[in-house]
């Protein structure tokens, strides 16, 4: 161990002293962190999927079974309550026998409400296939009013095309199949063109239907993969939320509007909240976390730019993945759900993203409940939905504060950031609180210190370990192929050179003259 220097090892019994002091002062609170059950986060009817508190604790397949029942059980009693009415209209009809005038006078009555119950019938039936014509004018001569610049409306249509391009390009390789896909989408884009009348909520089902039927005909009548019947699905919803949008998102027939400007003004009010507050495990002074901070808040901000459920629920993955990054290097280790949440509370309150609301019930009536139901897109929306939920019920028992301070610092009065220290009350001497700062840091160098002496100990074993790995692999190959060095051979003599030191050699041939 190297050793320390001296101003930090000194500080030691100071931090000591001063502890000790605090303590007798109780000049600091134990702060309690936010915790909430990952079982929390399930559907409560136990199905296992992630729940939603659009969908008041189901996830989409069970709130559509309970929504089911609950209308089935209003018609139920509508019919009751009819045929009640009916009888009794008819045993007062034949208590009045007695007189021809009273008896005339009373069928006429009854005769009368009989019709206008069957009208109203017909017409309340008529509603969920025909288009009304007065409230079309009025909604009509609404979207006049708000119509938007031409700019953006070019922009739309441009967009509009090249979704449409882009879908009948995929579908081309599907062949058959893809033929059914677009003529699917067609009807169902031109059955919803006349269904402007009805409330948000039916058709939100209407789109949860048309995704499960053309799921299941992938799958049953075509045979298509699993993998790629979950990729046409997410082509099928951006085609047909990119036509819908404009009259799908944020409607005038629903107060999501007037719950984006609560939740704005909710959020500005708590603009003095500290990330100490929140128990929030990331330090901003590290620029590595605070760019990712700042990732987290541009993506949470741009969800809105988006018109497809998908690609909103795509920038709340990736501001989720940025905060998971921002713990992971403040904490120098992997990030729990524990400090998840209390951190993505804290981007939500310093990012303020508008049409919060409007953004969370547009993904959750129309993005295909698949997603939301499992996968981390569900995870990262469902806690989304959670830490929306806990800034509009937050109070000053969720900031471990008495309530003079959370109500002072509500109305504006005063801010946390203007004092010197939370931990200190006004009666501790300045040379206290100096020592306090001091202290913290040292505290922080002394962090950076030994993390400087681990990873140098760790480079300088990485480099004896490479070094020894270089020298064991020379020594394996050299003994696997030894090298051997031969003596130099003698040079060949010439064959007509004199060879004078090998006599071994026969003497030259002589020629010989023989007489002819």
């Known amino acids: 161990m190297p050793p320390q220097p001296v101003f930090l090892m000194s500080s030691l019994w100071i931090k000591e002293f001063l502890a000790f002091f605090l303590r007798k002062m109780n000049l600091k609170s134990e702060r309690r962190g936010i915790h909430v059950d990952q079982s929390e986060l399930l559907c409560k009817k136990g199905c296992g999927y992630y729940g939603n508190p659009a969908w008041q604790g189901f996830c989409s397949k069970c709130w559509r079974e309970e929504y089911h029942k609950a209308r089935q059980k209003q018609i139920q009693e509508d019919w009751e309550l009819a045929e009640r009415l009916q009888r009794e209209e008819e045993e007062a009809y034949a208590s009045s026998q007695s007189s021809q005038g ?34 079309g004018a009025k909604k009509a001569e609404l979207q006049e009013a708000k119509a938007p610049s031409p700019a953006i409306h070019r922009q739309a249509s441009l967009e509009t095309d090249r979704v449409s391009k882009e879908f009948i390009d995929f579908i081309r390789t599907y062949q058959k199949p893809g033929q059914d896909i677009y003529k699917q989408c067609k009807l169902f884009l031109d059955t919803m063109s006349h269904k402007r009348d009805l409330s948000i909520e039916e058709q939100s089902e209407c789109a949860q239907d048309f995704y499960q039927n053309v799921a299941d005909r992938l799958q049953t009548r075509w045979k298509v993969p699993p993998e790629k019947v979950e990729k046409a699905m997410d082509e099928v919803e951006k085609y047909i939320m990119t036509r819908q949008y404009k009259y799908v998102f944020c409607p005038e ?75 992971k290097i403040t904490k120098n280790e992997p990030a729990s759900a524990d400090d998840f949440l209390p951190t993505l509370i804290y981007i939500v309150l310093k990012g303020n993203p508008p049409r919060l609301q409007s953004n969370i019930q547009y993904i959750t009536r129309f993005c295909n409940p698949s997603r939301l139901m499992t996968g981390e897109d569900g995870y990262y929306f469902t806690n989304l939905c959670c830490a929306v939920a ?37 009666d501790v001497c300045l040379g206290v609180k100096q020592m306090c700062k001091s202290l913290d840091l040292l505290s922080q160098l002394n962090e ?28 394996d190959i050299v003994e696997k192929y030894p090298l051997e060095i031969k003596a130099k051979s003698q040079a060949l003599a010439a064959i007509d050179s004199e060879n004078v030191e090998n006599d071994k050699l026969p003497p030259p041939l002589q020629p010989q003259v023989y007489a002819g």
Do not use: Y
């Open 102 to 135: 009273a008896q005339s006078l009373t069928f006429s009555k009854f005769e009368e409400k009989k019709t206008n119950e069957k009208t109203r019938k017909v017409t309340t039936v008529k509603k969920f296939f025909t288009a009304s014509s007065r409230a």
């Open 253 to 327: 027939t629903t107060d999501d509007e007037k719950k984006d400007l609560a939740v704005q003004k909710r959020i500005r009010a708590l603009h003095w909240v500290t990330p100490q507050m929140l128990c929030v495990p990331v330090s901003e002074e590290i620029p590595e976390v605070s760019d990712m901070v700042v990732k987290a808040i541009t993506d949470i901000i741009e969800m809105d730019s988006k018109r497809v459920p998908r690609d909103k629920l795509a920038c709340i993955t990736k501001c989720s993945k940025h905060i998971f990054n921002a713990i």
């Open 390 to 426: 806990f800034i509009e019920k937050l109070d000053a028992q969720s900031l471990n504060l008495s309530q003079e301070d959370f109500d002072r610092f509500m109305s504006g009065q005063t801010s946390p950031k203007k004092q010197e220290s939370d931990s200190f009350s006004p």
């Open 448 to 475: 950076r210190q030994e993390r400087i002496v681990s990873e140098a100990k760790k480079l300088e074993k990485d480099l004896i370990d490479w070094t020894d790995g270089i020298t064991k692999e020379v020594e």
